[in-house]
């Protein structure tokens, strides 16, 4: 089971930190990934963590911006937005990846949390 939390309304310009608890699993091997979906639109990529490595990737839309990290003792995944833009608004999804594959592609995440809104007010 995957837990977001963090989401919130602020002023562009501003910081949130986003959290994703996972339970039931341990995480080893897996490629975590957030995602976001804006109204109208399709959920898209924001980025992604190897459990494992640590390696990261972003979507250029947030790179320099988004910064993601994880706690293995709490088995928790951050998503730091920092210099919110109003088109970051959104619902963010975290996933999990359980063939560790660095990858963007939606399907091939079958764990998904239930979303947490993020309003960035202009």
């Known amino acids: 089971q995957l837990v977001e939390s963090g989401g919130g309304l602020v002023q562009a310009g501003g910081s949130l930190r986003l959290s994703c608890a996972a339970s039931g699993r341990t995480l080893s091997g897996y490629v975590m990934g957030w995602f976001r979906q804006a109204p109208e639109k399709e959920r898209e990529f924001v980025g992604l963590i190897s459990w494992r490595s640590g390696v990261t990737n972003y979507a250029d839309s947030v790179k320099g911006r988004f910064t993601i990290s994880r706690d293995k003792a709490k088995n928790t995944m951050y998503l730091q937005m920092n210099s919110l833009k109003p088109e970051d608004t959104a619902i963010y999804y975290c996933?999990?990846?359980?063939?560790?594959?660095?990858?963007?592609?939606?399907?091939?995440?079958?764990?998904w949390g239930q979303g947490t809104q993020v309003t960035v007010s202009s």
């Open positions: 996933a999990a990846r359980p063939d560790g594959r660095i990858g963007t592609r939606i399907n091939a995440y079958d764990s």
